[in-house]
């Protein structure tokens, strides 16, 4: 089974670079149902529960290069200038991007820089896509604040808001003021702070600077 999905994968990947016209409607289904196979998954439940990045060393994904090859075939698919979101928003859907969003928990910061990467692509291709991610992601943090013991992926998620912001017209809408108070400065209370207050920090400062 293993085998059948790197095979296939290798398939996908190659046609892409070979044809630069491989990307027709027909491949959509068949790269997304390939992609959700492969990535998706129940995370592991964390080894080391006192976890310190200054000290300790983060569990790696043991099939990494077996992911790495989908994120990258991913990204290629994504970022070809074939690419039509008119299509892809049939398959790339509120359900996928909630299975993404999940899987920045894990404790492989490689997988967590691809979806990162990933994560950006999808806000700046599906505008249809783009409040749904800006609440889950409010959520998540609100969730990691006042529920959650850790969370392996607020640096990431972190960053992509800092893009995000970026791109706010002025003057900023009610919502992004609501971000600031009540999802933003609470992140100073986690135990893990260290861990994303560089990434906290610039936020705060690209926000009140556009206040």
């Not at 090859?69 to 790339?92: H, M, N, R, T």
């Not at 783009?130 to 850790?150: G, P, Q, T, W």
């Not at 998620?157 to 609501?178: D, M, R, T, Y």
């Amino acid at each position: 089974m293993q085998r059948n999905k790197k095979s296939g994968s290798k398939r996908v990947h190659r046609s892409h670079h070979i044809d630069k016209d491989a990307i027709v409607e027909t491949i959509y289904p068949a790269v997304i149902k390939m992609v959700g196979k492969n990535i998706f998954r129940v995370l592991p439940p964390s080894e080391n529960f006192e976890f310190d990045p200054e000290e300790d060393e983060p569990t790696l994904e043991v099939s990494w290069l077996h992911l790495q090859l989908v994120y990258e075939l991913f990204l290629c698919f994504l970022e070809s200038p074939d690419f039509q979101a008119s299509i892809g928003k049939k398959y790339i859907d509120q359900r996928f991007v909630l299975k993404l969003l999940d899987l920045f928990d894990s404790e492989d910061p490689r997988e967590r820089d691809f979806l990162k990467t990933v994560l950006h692509r999808i806000y700046g291709k599906f505008l249809g896509l783009r409040a749904f991610i800006r609440k889950h992601i409010n959520n998540m943090f609100l969730r990691f604040v006042y529920e959650a013991d850790s969370f392996n992926g607020v640096g990431e998620l972190l960053e992509i808001l800092g893009s995000i912001i970026n791109g706010f017209a002025l003057p900023l809408k009610q919502e992004h003021k609501v971000f600031l108070v009540k999802v933003l400065l609470p992140l100073h209370k986690p135990k893990c702070l260290s861990l994303y207050h560089a990434q906290r920090k610039r936020r705060l400062t690209i926000l009140a600077g556009r206040q």
